[in-house]
Protein backbone atom coordinates (compact mmCIF):
# COMPACT_ATOMS: atom_id res chain seq x y z
CA UNK A 1 0.00 0.00 0.00
CA UNK A 2 1.29 3.36 -0.88
CA UNK A 3 2.13 6.03 1.78
CA UNK A 4 2.60 9.35 1.94
CA UNK A 5 5.69 11.29 2.61
CA UNK A 6 5.10 13.24 5.68
CA UNK A 7 8.36 15.14 5.77
CA UNK A 8 7.83 16.33 2.20
CA UNK A 9 4.81 17.46 3.03
CA UNK A 10 5.46 19.11 5.71
CA UNK A 11 8.25 20.69 4.00
CA UNK A 12 5.61 21.78 1.47
CA UNK A 13 3.30 23.32 3.37
CA UNK A 14 6.25 25.55 5.29
CA UNK A 15 7.47 26.31 1.82
CA UNK A 16 3.99 27.60 0.64
CA UNK A 17 3.11 29.17 4.25
CA UNK A 18 6.26 31.48 3.17
CA UNK A 19 4.38 33.12 -0.25
CA UNK A 20 2.17 35.59 1.23
CA UNK A 21 4.14 34.84 4.77
CA UNK A 22 3.81 37.31 7.73
CA UNK A 23 6.80 38.12 10.43
CA UNK A 24 4.12 37.17 12.87
CA UNK A 25 3.65 33.62 11.31
CA UNK A 26 0.32 34.25 9.33
CA UNK A 27 -0.27 34.47 5.62
CA UNK A 28 -1.45 36.66 3.17
CA UNK A 29 -2.81 35.36 0.21
CA UNK A 30 -6.07 37.54 -0.66
CA UNK A 31 -7.35 36.19 -3.51
CA UNK A 32 -6.32 37.21 -6.95
CA UNK A 33 -3.40 39.51 -5.32
CA UNK A 34 0.28 38.93 -6.11
CA UNK A 35 1.04 36.50 -3.18
CA UNK A 36 -2.12 34.74 -4.49
CA UNK A 37 -0.93 34.10 -7.92
CA UNK A 38 2.79 33.25 -6.51
CA UNK A 39 1.17 30.90 -4.32
CA UNK A 40 -1.17 29.55 -7.84
CA UNK A 41 2.33 29.43 -9.88
CA UNK A 42 4.48 27.35 -7.19
CA UNK A 43 1.76 24.65 -7.15
CA UNK A 44 1.59 24.47 -10.31
CA UNK A 45 5.29 24.34 -10.79
CA UNK A 46 5.25 21.16 -7.84
CA UNK A 47 2.89 19.28 -9.94
CA UNK A 48 4.97 19.83 -13.03
CA UNK A 49 7.92 18.74 -10.70
CA UNK A 50 6.22 15.29 -9.56
CA UNK A 51 5.26 14.72 -13.74
CA UNK A 52 1.67 15.88 -13.15
CA UNK A 53 -0.10 17.87 -16.02
CA UNK A 54 -1.06 21.57 -14.64
CA UNK A 55 -3.64 23.54 -16.36
CA UNK A 56 -5.47 26.71 -14.72
CA UNK A 57 -9.20 27.37 -15.97
CA UNK A 58 -11.01 30.43 -16.43
CA UNK A 59 -11.61 30.88 -13.26
CA UNK A 60 -8.24 30.96 -11.69
CA UNK A 61 -8.72 26.97 -10.46
CA UNK A 62 -5.66 25.15 -10.26
CA UNK A 63 -6.55 21.44 -11.63
CA UNK A 64 -3.68 18.38 -12.19
CA UNK A 65 -4.01 14.78 -13.37
CA UNK A 66 -1.51 12.31 -14.47
CA UNK A 67 -0.87 13.04 -18.52
CA UNK A 68 -2.70 10.70 -20.50
CA UNK A 69 -5.47 10.10 -18.16
CA UNK A 70 -8.79 10.88 -18.61
CA UNK A 71 -11.63 11.20 -16.50
CA UNK A 72 -13.79 11.03 -15.03
CA UNK A 73 -11.75 11.44 -12.08
CA UNK A 74 -11.77 11.86 -8.00
CA UNK A 75 -11.42 15.02 -7.38
CA UNK A 76 -9.36 16.21 -4.63
CA UNK A 77 -7.65 19.18 -2.89
CA UNK A 78 -8.95 22.63 -1.26
CA UNK A 79 -8.44 26.47 -2.00
CA UNK A 80 -4.91 28.35 -1.96
CA UNK A 81 -6.25 31.99 -1.07
CA UNK A 82 -6.46 32.57 2.56
CA UNK A 83 -8.31 35.50 4.25
CA UNK A 84 -6.01 38.65 5.01
CA UNK A 85 -3.61 38.52 8.07
CA UNK A 86 -4.88 34.51 7.96
CA UNK A 87 -3.21 31.39 8.65
CA UNK A 88 -0.73 29.07 6.89
CA UNK A 89 -3.06 25.84 6.85
CA UNK A 90 -6.47 26.65 5.78
CA UNK A 91 -7.23 25.59 2.35
CA UNK A 92 -3.52 24.93 1.34
CA UNK A 93 -3.40 21.90 3.49
CA UNK A 94 -5.67 20.12 1.61
CA UNK A 95 -4.18 21.40 -1.80
CA UNK A 96 -0.79 20.23 -0.65
CA UNK A 97 -1.91 17.15 1.03
CA UNK A 98 -3.83 16.38 -2.19
CA UNK A 99 -0.73 17.04 -4.37
CA UNK A 100 1.20 14.41 -1.98
CA UNK A 101 -1.41 12.00 -2.01
CA UNK A 102 -0.98 12.23 -6.28
CA UNK A 103 2.86 12.13 -6.08
CA UNK A 104 2.93 9.33 -3.84
CA UNK A 105 0.83 6.95 -5.77
CA UNK A 106 2.29 8.50 -9.49
CA UNK A 107 5.98 7.22 -7.68
CA UNK A 108 4.55 4.02 -6.88
CA UNK A 109 3.09 3.26 -9.78
CA UNK A 110 -0.26 2.62 -8.10
CA UNK A 111 -3.18 2.17 -10.97
CA UNK A 112 -5.26 4.56 -8.40
CA UNK A 113 -3.35 7.92 -9.69
CA UNK A 114 -4.96 7.21 -13.08
CA UNK A 115 -8.44 7.97 -11.07
CA UNK A 116 -7.42 11.12 -9.12
CA UNK A 117 -7.53 14.30 -10.25
CA UNK A 118 -6.34 17.48 -7.81
CA UNK A 119 -7.68 20.90 -7.62
CA UNK A 120 -6.57 24.45 -5.95
CA UNK A 121 -9.73 26.04 -5.70
CA UNK A 122 -9.75 30.02 -6.56
CA UNK A 123 -11.32 32.71 -4.25
CA UNK A 124 -13.34 30.67 -2.06
CA UNK A 125 -13.17 32.73 0.90
CA UNK A 126 -14.41 35.77 -0.58
CA UNK A 127 -13.04 38.46 1.46
CA UNK A 128 -12.51 40.83 -1.49
CA UNK A 129 -15.62 40.60 -3.11
CA UNK A 130 -17.15 39.57 -0.17
CA UNK A 131 -18.99 36.40 -1.65
CA UNK A 132 -16.72 33.43 -1.53
CA UNK A 133 -16.18 29.94 -3.82
CA UNK A 134 -15.80 31.69 -6.53
CA UNK A 135 -13.60 28.84 -8.21
CA UNK A 136 -15.91 25.92 -7.21
CA UNK A 137 -18.93 27.95 -8.36
CA UNK A 138 -17.61 28.58 -11.50
CA UNK A 139 -16.72 24.65 -11.89
CA UNK A 140 -20.15 23.55 -11.49
CA UNK A 141 -21.79 26.58 -13.28
CA UNK A 142 -23.87 28.18 -10.56
CA UNK A 143 -21.51 31.55 -10.25
CA UNK A 144 -23.56 34.92 -10.28
CA UNK A 145 -21.67 36.51 -12.90
CA UNK A 146 -24.25 39.38 -13.41
CA UNK A 147 -23.87 40.31 -9.27
CA UNK A 148 -19.74 40.52 -10.56
CA UNK A 149 -20.30 42.00 -13.54
CA UNK A 150 -20.06 46.00 -12.67
CA UNK A 151 -19.34 44.68 -8.82
CA UNK A 152 -16.58 46.29 -6.91
CA UNK A 153 -14.07 45.16 -4.88
CA UNK A 154 -13.79 45.67 -1.22
CA UNK A 155 -11.76 48.73 -1.69
CA UNK A 156 -13.81 49.85 -4.47
CA UNK A 157 -11.45 48.28 -7.61
CA UNK A 158 -14.08 47.18 -10.67
CA UNK A 159 -13.95 43.25 -10.05
CA UNK A 160 -13.52 43.30 -14.03
CA UNK A 161 -10.32 44.93 -13.14
CA UNK A 162 -9.07 43.27 -10.41
CA UNK A 163 -9.80 40.07 -12.47
CA UNK A 164 -7.99 40.93 -15.43
CA UNK A 165 -5.04 41.88 -12.96
CA UNK A 166 -5.24 38.12 -12.30
CA UNK A 167 -5.05 37.64 -16.32
CA UNK A 168 -8.82 36.11 -15.88
CA UNK A 169 -11.98 37.47 -18.09
CA UNK A 170 -14.76 38.35 -15.71
CA UNK A 171 -17.19 37.61 -18.92
CA UNK A 172 -15.36 33.98 -19.65
CA UNK A 173 -15.09 32.59 -15.84
CA UNK A 174 -17.97 30.28 -16.39
CA UNK A 175 -16.48 28.48 -19.27
CA UNK A 176 -14.65 26.32 -16.37
CA UNK A 177 -17.79 24.87 -15.80
CA UNK A 178 -16.82 22.38 -19.23
CA UNK A 179 -14.74 20.56 -16.73
CA UNK A 180 -17.17 19.78 -14.16
CA UNK A 181 -18.73 16.61 -15.76
CA UNK A 182 -15.11 14.88 -15.77
CA UNK A 183 -15.58 14.55 -11.70
CA UNK A 184 -17.13 11.49 -10.46
CA UNK A 185 -16.48 13.01 -6.49
CA UNK A 186 -15.15 15.15 -4.42
CA UNK A 187 -12.76 14.79 -1.05
CA UNK A 188 -11.58 17.75 0.94
CA UNK A 189 -9.51 17.69 3.25
CA UNK A 190 -9.01 20.64 5.96
CA UNK A 191 -8.33 21.78 9.28
CA UNK A 192 -11.12 21.76 11.73
CA UNK A 193 -11.12 25.83 12.35
CA UNK A 194 -12.38 25.37 15.73
CA UNK A 195 -12.21 23.64 19.23
CA UNK A 196 -14.31 20.97 19.31
CA UNK A 197 -11.99 17.95 17.69
CA UNK A 198 -9.09 19.07 20.52
CA UNK A 199 -11.04 19.73 23.01
CA UNK A 200 -12.48 15.64 22.61
CA UNK A 201 -9.07 14.51 22.26
CA UNK A 202 -10.45 13.60 18.40
CA UNK A 203 -7.40 13.21 15.63
CA UNK A 204 -9.28 12.74 13.09
CA UNK A 205 -13.12 13.15 12.13
CA UNK A 206 -15.55 12.86 8.91
CA UNK A 207 -17.62 15.82 8.30
CA UNK A 208 -21.42 14.97 8.10
CA UNK A 209 -22.69 18.56 7.27
CA UNK A 210 -21.31 21.86 6.50
CA UNK A 211 -23.75 25.11 7.62
CA UNK A 212 -25.37 27.44 5.32
CA UNK A 213 -23.87 31.10 4.88
CA UNK A 214 -25.86 33.92 4.45
CA UNK A 215 -24.04 37.18 3.97
CA UNK A 216 -25.29 40.37 3.73
CA UNK A 217 -24.28 44.25 3.49
CA UNK A 218 -26.56 46.81 5.28
CA UNK A 219 -26.10 50.22 4.84
CA UNK A 220 -28.02 53.11 7.34
CA UNK A 221 -28.99 56.52 6.26
CA UNK A 222 -29.47 59.47 8.72
CA UNK A 223 -28.58 62.91 8.68
CA UNK A 224 -24.83 64.33 8.63
CA UNK A 225 -24.56 66.82 11.23
CA UNK A 226 -22.47 68.57 13.55
CA UNK A 227 -21.43 67.05 17.08
CA UNK A 228 -21.23 69.66 18.78
CA UNK A 229 -23.65 71.59 18.01
CA UNK A 230 -26.68 69.18 17.51
CA UNK A 231 -28.81 68.18 20.59
CA UNK A 232 -29.22 64.25 21.10
CA UNK A 233 -32.85 64.35 20.13
CA UNK A 234 -32.69 66.17 17.05
CA UNK A 235 -29.56 63.95 15.95
CA UNK A 236 -30.72 60.97 12.83
CA UNK A 237 -27.34 59.09 14.15
CA UNK A 238 -26.81 56.40 11.47
CA UNK A 239 -23.47 55.45 13.41
CA UNK A 240 -25.56 54.62 16.85
CA UNK A 241 -28.46 52.67 14.80
CA UNK A 242 -25.67 50.54 14.06
CA UNK A 243 -23.61 50.31 17.10
CA UNK A 244 -27.50 49.54 18.53
CA UNK A 245 -28.01 46.63 16.38
CA UNK A 246 -25.00 44.98 16.34
CA UNK A 247 -24.94 44.85 20.48
CA UNK A 248 -28.19 42.98 20.17
CA UNK A 249 -27.21 40.63 17.13
CA UNK A 250 -25.92 37.95 19.23
CA UNK A 251 -28.49 37.78 22.14
CA UNK A 252 -31.09 37.54 18.77
CA UNK A 253 -29.53 34.80 16.70
CA UNK A 254 -29.07 32.65 20.04
CA UNK A 255 -32.99 33.20 21.10
CA UNK A 256 -33.51 31.99 17.17
CA UNK A 257 -31.05 28.70 17.52
CA UNK A 258 -28.46 28.25 20.32
CA UNK A 259 -26.45 26.27 17.41
CA UNK A 260 -26.85 29.67 15.11
CA UNK A 261 -23.89 31.98 14.98
CA UNK A 262 -23.82 35.19 13.11
CA UNK A 263 -20.78 37.35 12.37
CA UNK A 264 -20.56 41.65 11.59
CA UNK A 265 -16.94 41.62 10.59
CA UNK A 266 -16.68 45.04 8.95
CA UNK A 267 -17.95 48.64 10.08
CA UNK A 268 -17.55 51.52 8.71
CA UNK A 269 -19.21 55.36 9.76
CA UNK A 270 -19.19 58.00 6.87
CA UNK A 271 -17.87 60.31 6.54
CA UNK A 272 -15.98 59.48 9.52
CA UNK A 273 -14.81 62.43 11.11
CA UNK A 274 -14.36 62.97 15.36
CA UNK A 275 -16.54 65.64 15.19
CA UNK A 276 -19.23 64.91 12.54
CA UNK A 277 -22.32 62.78 13.55
CA UNK A 278 -22.28 60.22 10.95
CA UNK A 279 -24.93 60.19 8.14
CA UNK A 280 -23.66 57.12 6.96
CA UNK A 281 -22.90 53.31 8.75
CA UNK A 282 -22.23 50.27 6.83
CA UNK A 283 -21.62 47.13 7.99
CA UNK A 284 -21.74 43.33 6.83
CA UNK A 285 -23.63 40.40 8.34
CA UNK A 286 -23.06 36.55 8.40
CA UNK A 287 -25.48 34.23 9.58
CA UNK A 288 -24.86 30.41 9.64
CA UNK A 289 -26.82 27.48 10.41
CA UNK A 290 -26.99 23.52 9.09
CA UNK A 291 -30.72 24.31 8.77
CA UNK A 292 -31.89 26.76 5.90
CA UNK A 293 -34.95 27.75 8.19
CA UNK A 294 -33.01 28.45 10.75
CA UNK A 295 -30.65 30.79 8.88
CA UNK A 296 -34.21 32.76 7.58
CA UNK A 297 -35.34 33.04 10.91
CA UNK A 298 -32.56 34.76 12.23
CA UNK A 299 -31.80 36.66 9.41
CA UNK A 300 -35.44 38.09 9.71
CA UNK A 301 -34.97 38.38 13.58
CA UNK A 302 -32.18 40.77 12.96
CA UNK A 303 -34.29 42.37 10.43
CA UNK A 304 -36.95 43.08 11.90
CA UNK A 305 -34.96 44.78 15.24
CA UNK A 306 -32.84 46.85 12.80
CA UNK A 307 -35.65 48.22 11.27
CA UNK A 308 -37.52 49.31 14.97
CA UNK A 309 -34.23 50.69 15.85
CA UNK A 310 -33.53 52.73 12.95
CA UNK A 311 -37.45 53.76 13.19
CA UNK A 312 -36.58 55.10 16.97
CA UNK A 313 -33.22 56.93 15.27
CA UNK A 314 -35.14 58.33 12.44
CA UNK A 315 -32.83 56.63 9.78
CA UNK A 316 -33.20 54.54 6.84
CA UNK A 317 -32.24 51.20 6.27
CA UNK A 318 -30.97 49.38 3.07
CA UNK A 319 -30.11 45.79 2.71
CA UNK A 320 -28.30 44.30 -0.20
CA UNK A 321 -27.87 40.25 -0.24
CA UNK A 322 -23.97 39.49 -1.63
CA UNK A 323 -24.34 35.88 -1.12
CA UNK A 324 -26.44 32.46 0.17
CA UNK A 325 -25.15 29.17 0.48
CA UNK A 326 -27.27 26.61 2.02
CA UNK A 327 -25.94 24.01 3.91
CA UNK A 328 -25.05 20.82 2.42
CA UNK A 329 -24.97 17.88 4.23
CA UNK A 330 -22.11 15.25 2.51
CA UNK A 331 -22.69 12.01 0.55
CA UNK A 332 -23.56 8.92 2.91
CA UNK A 333 -21.48 6.36 1.03
CA UNK A 334 -18.63 8.88 1.17
CA UNK A 335 -19.19 9.07 4.71
CA UNK A 336 -19.50 5.64 5.20
CA UNK A 337 -16.10 5.03 3.12
CA UNK A 338 -14.08 7.94 5.43
CA UNK A 339 -15.55 6.13 8.23
CA UNK A 340 -14.08 2.98 7.27
CA UNK A 341 -10.75 5.00 6.80
CA UNK A 342 -11.01 6.46 10.67
CA UNK A 343 -10.97 2.50 11.73
CA UNK A 344 -8.39 1.25 9.24
CA UNK A 345 -5.91 4.03 10.57
CA UNK A 346 -6.83 2.94 14.26
CA UNK A 347 -9.25 5.74 14.79
CA UNK A 348 -12.74 5.80 16.54
CA UNK A 349 -15.05 7.25 13.27
CA UNK A 350 -16.31 10.71 14.62
CA UNK A 351 -18.41 12.47 12.70
CA UNK A 352 -18.86 16.62 12.89
CA UNK A 353 -20.75 19.60 11.52
CA UNK A 354 -18.81 21.76 9.29
CA UNK A 355 -18.83 25.91 10.89
CA UNK A 356 -16.64 27.21 8.49
CA UNK A 357 -17.83 26.89 4.94
CA UNK A 358 -16.19 24.84 1.96
CA UNK A 359 -15.91 24.23 -1.37
CA UNK A 360 -17.02 20.54 -0.79
CA UNK A 361 -20.93 22.70 -0.14
CA UNK A 362 -20.70 23.44 -3.20
CA UNK A 363 -19.08 20.39 -5.20
CA UNK A 364 -21.87 18.44 -3.04
CA UNK A 365 -24.32 19.90 -5.17
CA UNK A 366 -23.35 17.70 -8.25
CA UNK A 367 -20.97 14.84 -7.03
CA UNK A 368 -21.13 12.48 -4.31
CA UNK A 369 -18.31 14.79 -1.82
CA UNK A 370 -17.12 14.29 1.71
CA UNK A 371 -14.65 15.65 4.21
CA UNK A 372 -12.24 14.88 6.42
CA UNK A 373 -10.86 16.94 9.69
CA UNK A 374 -7.93 16.71 11.23
CA UNK A 375 -7.77 19.38 14.87
CA UNK A 376 -6.51 23.15 15.22
CA UNK A 377 -4.63 23.53 18.07
CA UNK A 378 -6.67 25.91 20.13
CA UNK A 379 -9.60 25.79 17.73
CA UNK A 380 -7.87 28.82 16.53
CA UNK A 381 -8.37 29.59 12.49
CA UNK A 382 -8.49 32.87 10.35
CA UNK A 383 -5.84 33.73 12.82
CA UNK A 384 -1.67 33.69 12.47
CA UNK A 385 -1.60 31.45 15.42
CA UNK A 386 -3.83 28.81 13.30
CA UNK A 387 -1.67 25.35 13.37
CA UNK A 388 -1.92 21.87 13.66
CA UNK A 389 0.58 19.17 14.85
CA UNK A 390 3.08 17.99 12.22
CA UNK A 391 1.47 14.13 13.58
CA UNK A 392 -2.34 15.10 12.95
CA UNK A 393 -1.19 16.81 9.31
CA UNK A 394 0.92 13.97 8.44
CA UNK A 395 -2.09 11.25 9.89
CA UNK A 396 -4.71 13.59 7.55
CA UNK A 397 -2.91 12.38 4.54
CA UNK A 398 -2.35 9.54 5.34
CA UNK A 399 -6.37 9.33 5.40
CA UNK A 400 -7.15 11.29 2.80
CA UNK A 401 -4.93 9.14 0.85
CA UNK A 402 -7.24 5.55 1.92
CA UNK A 403 -10.13 8.00 1.58
CA UNK A 404 -9.69 8.93 -2.26
CA UNK A 405 -9.43 4.69 -2.81
CA UNK A 406 -12.13 3.80 -0.87
CA UNK A 407 -14.34 6.04 -3.30
CA UNK A 408 -12.53 5.33 -6.15
CA UNK A 409 -14.10 1.97 -4.98
CA UNK A 410 -17.35 2.67 -4.51
CA UNK A 411 -17.76 5.76 -6.45
CA UNK A 412 -18.43 4.72 -10.10
O1 LIG B 1 -15.79 31.66 5.92
C1 LIG B 1 -15.61 30.46 5.98
O2 LIG B 1 -16.29 29.75 6.67
C2 LIG B 1 -14.51 29.82 5.18
O3 LIG B 1 -13.36 29.80 5.97
N1 LIG B 1 -14.28 30.52 3.96
MN1 LIG C 1 -11.00 26.96 4.11
MN1 LIG D 1 -11.28 30.19 5.57
Avoid at 23 to 32: K, N, Q, Y
Avoid at 139 to 146: C, S
Wanted: with cysteine; hydrophobic share 45%.
Amino acid sequence: MSEINGERLLADLRTLAAIGGLPDGGVDRLAWSEHDLAGRRWFAERMSEAGIEARVDAALNIFGHLPGTVGPWVLTGSHLDSVPNGGRLDGAYGAVAALEVLRTLAESGDPLAEQLEIVGFADEEGVRFESGLIGSLALVGELDIERLRDGLDWQGVPIRQVLAGAGRDLDRLLEAQQHRDSIKAFLELHIEQGPRMEADGIDLAVVAGIVGVHRQRIEIQGTQNHAGTTPFRLRHDAGRAAARAAAELRDLVQGVDAEAVANIGSMGFHPGGVNVIPGRAQFTLEVRHLDEPVIGEAVWAFATRLERICAEEGCRVVVELLSSVPPAPMNETVVAALEQVCRELGRRPAKLSSGAGHDAAVLSRHVPSGMLFVPSVGGLSHSPRETTSDEHLVLGARALLRGVRAIAARIK
